[in-house]
């Protein structure tokens, strides 16, 4: 069996039109002599309201029953989808996790799909049938609905092709695909036609926008390739595959650029062990993320500087968690608002040297200022002030030749 998977996003089916449209790729596909799986997310908005319904009822709403109000917005996408592919004259109805069912374990509102019955999609299938499966929910083995996060049907489409070993997982969205830089910073944004899962785990920043980045987890542990492309516009996608699938890996393959961060530094640490662990520790109890970190290297032995960012709405919490701690001393405690993380990512970067200088080389050239330098095998990442972002993207993008041509 040539079995693909076909996802669609709230975007995807957020009109009646948008159904009848996607009805209509769904065909193209059958009539291509696919076996049509199609798992659907709930229409754009619709998630939304049923959990602002929740919360008008209480403020606790029971975690039981949020997983059943919530997942409702799926069934009525998949009875749609279905409805007209009947009208069409083709066999199709929907499918909810319970009645396949697919088994989540964990806790509700954030489960994980751990298992998936095939026998009765197979049975469907092979009668010529096309299942319209519900995203983003599952039933757990007491027979409670369940819901895997926000954005949780990216998964549901993933683990869908994973057990019933699809040639294809197709994400379709209301974007034409992963792009080198944010389009919307950055006119010369180009489509990535290829893209390894590590780089789009690095690239969350844009990557998330495209799909849930847990999703592009469970594809890589299960080397499932992935393509994202707009249901709106029919041109190719991006795929998403392992690295081996790559030839002609360039460089650098995408640039990344976070908004709202901010810089914190202490200013003549005692320098002993534990120090770190004891300001890091009442932040991350606090639910602060915490993101670049680098501690210089203590001159006379004594003292040392730490810098880390966080978000910007974390500033305040930070700076009082950070006044009131006990178990530190410090001189002085620094805070900047306005900076930014721009970071270029590509796994191209292992075995070419001197990628490094070029970055610093052409930020130096625009005479924008380095402040934090962090790195990894695949990513470099500066901060610089928020000012010189799209100074410092139209740089890179030029001298990593991500440049559109047209
Ligand atoms: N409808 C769900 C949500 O809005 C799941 C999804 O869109 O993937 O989070
Ligand atoms: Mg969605």
């Avoid at 193209?28 to 619709?46: L, Q």
């Avoid at 180009?190 to 849930?212: D, H, P, R, T, W």
Wanted: glycine share 6%.
């Amino acid at each position: 069996m040539k079995i693909v998977v076909l996802k669609f996003g709230g975007t995807s089916v957020g009109t009646i039109e948008k159904i009848k449209n996607v009805a209509k790729i769904i065909s193209n596909y059958k009539k291509r002599r696919y076996e049509v799986i199609v798992v659907s997310s709930a229409m754009s908005g619709v998630t939304n309201e049923l959990i602002n319904k929740s919360n008008k009822i209480s403020k606790n709403f029971s975690e039981t029953e949020y997983d059943v109000i919530v997942s409702s917005g799926e069934q009525v996408a998949c009875s749609l989808i279905a409805g007209r592919l009947i009208d069409k004259g083709f066999k199709s109805r929907s499918w909810l996790s319970w009645q396949i069912p697919i088994i989540t374990k964990g806790p509700h509102k954030n489960s994980r799909i751990s298992q998936i019955n095939k026998s009765k999609i197979i049975k469907y299938l092979k009668e010529g049938g096309i299942p319209i499966i519900a995203g983003f929910q599952g039933v757990n083995n007491e027979s409670r609905i369940t819901t895997i996060g926000r954005g949780g049907s990216d998964a549901s489409a993933i683990m869908i092709a994973k057990f019933f070993k699809a040639e294809r997982c197709i994400i379709y969205t209301d974007v034409e695909g992963v792009f080198t830089t944010d389009p919307n910073k950055l006119k010369k944004a180009n489509k990535i036609k290829v893209i390894s899962y590590e780089e789009m785990l690095e690239m969350a920043s844009l990557g998330a926008k495209v799909m849930q980045p847990v999703s592009i987890q469970d594809a890589r542990l299960n080397r499932i390739d992935i393509e994202v492309k707009s249901s709106f516009i029919k041109k190719p996608g991006t795929l998403i595959t392992k690295r081996s699938n790559i030839i002609n890996n360039k460089i650098v393959t995408g640039i990344s650029s976070t908004q709202n961060d901010s810089k914190v530094s202490l200013i003549g640490v005692k320098d002993k062990p534990g120090v770190a662990a004891s300001i890091f520790k009442p932040l991350s109890k606090n639910l602060i993320n915490v993101d670049m970190v680098v501690q210089n290297i203590s001159a006379n032995g004594k003292e040392t500087d730490l810098t880390f960012t966080i978000k910007t709405e974390d500033l305040n919490k930070t700076k009082k968690i950070i006044e009131l701690n006990r178990n530190i001393r410090f001189r002085k405690l620094l805070l900047k608002k306005d900076v930014s993380k721009i970071s270029i990512i590509g796994v191209g970067m292992i075995t070419t040297p001197g990628v490094t200088f070029r970055m610093f080389q052409t930020l130096a050239n625009k005479k924008i200022n380095i402040q934090v330098i962090s790195t990894s095998e695949i990513k470099i990442s500066v901060l610089i002030d928020k000012k010189d972002t799209k100074k410092a993207l139209i740089a890179l993008h030029k001298e990593f030749k991500l440049d559109n041509k047209e």
